[in-house]
C-alpha cells in the first residue's frame, strides 16, 4: 500500500502543476540579442559575427506520462519508462464552487512490473478527514474507500473489479468528501469513455 500511496501522490502532483488535464502549449523561445557586426577597417580582416545564444527549451522530464489518447471524458496517459499506464478523468462539477482546493484526478493504474492492474485511486486536491467514512456508489452498490491524506483507495481491495465493473456501467457518480477542515463538498465524475480508455490501457501496458 506504502508504494502505491507515493506513487499516486507524486503523479497528482506532477499533472497539478501540469496545469491539470493536459495542454498542448509550450513556452514561447526568447530571443537572444544579436550583436551588429563590426565595421569593416581598411586593410583588416572582418571580424566574424558571434553566433547568438540558443535559446532555452523545455525539457521532458525521463518518464513523464504523456496523454496518448482521449475517449469521451477519460485520458489514457502512458510513461513507457516506467512502463505504467493509467485511465484519468476530473470532476464535471465541485460543490461548493467557492471551496479552494487543488484540481482532482481520477485513476485507473496498470503497472505490469509490479503485477498491478486496474488499480482504482482519487486524488481529491485536499487533505481528508482521515476516520470519514468515504465510498464510492455506482451501480447501485457502495464500496468503502481508505482515506489518506488527499488520497482514496478501496478498503478491500478483492472488491476492486467489482468497483469498475460498476463504473463501467454507470454515467456518473457524486463523491462526497469530509475534509480534514470545513463542511462536506462533492465531485461530481463522469464515467463517458472510461470503458474504451481501459480497453486502450490493457493494450499499452499488457
Request: aromatic share 6%.
Amino acid at each position: 500500500m506504502k508504494s502505491r500511496l507515493v506513487f499516486a501522490a507524486l503523479l497528482g502532483a506532477a499533472l497539478a502543476s501540469a496545469g491539470a488535464m493536459h495542454s498542448a502549449a509550450q513556452d514561447g523561445q526568447k530571443k537572444a540579442p544579436v550583436r551588429a557586426a563590426p565595421k569593416k577597417a581598411p586593410e583588416k580582416k572582418e571580424t566574424p559575427k558571434k553566433e547568438a545564444p540558443k535559446a532555452e527549451q523545455r525539457k521532458t522530464t525521463p518518464g513523464t506520462p504523456v496523454l496518448i489518447a482521449q475517449y469521451g471524458d477519460w485520458g489514457v496517459y502512458v510513461n513507457r519508462t516506467a512502463k505504467t499506464c493509467f485511465a484519468l478523468t476530473q470532476p464535471k462539477e465541485r460543490q461548493p464552487v467557492n471551496v479552494r482546493r487543488d484540481p482532482a484526478y481520477f485513476f485507473v493504474t496498470t503497472r505490469p512490473n509490479d503485477k498491478l492492474s486496474n488499480e482504482i485511486s482519487i486524488m481529491t486536491g485536499m487533505p481528508l478527514k482521515e476516520d470519514a467514512e468515504i465510498a464510492v456508489t455506482a451501480g447501485g452498490a457502495s464500496f468503502p474507500m481508505y482515506v489518506k491524506g488527499h488520497g482514496l483507495w478501496i478498503k478491500d481491495p478483492a472488491n476492486e473489479p467489482k468497483l469498475l465493473d460498476a463504473l463501467k456501467k454507470d454515467n456518473e457518480i457524486t463523491l462526497k468528501l469530509t475534509p480534514a477542515r470545513g463542511a462536506v463538498t462533492t465531485d461530481r465524475y463522469s464515467l463517458t469513455g472510461l470503458s474504451q480508455a481501459l480497453e486502450r490501457v490493457a493494450k499499452e501496458c499488457s
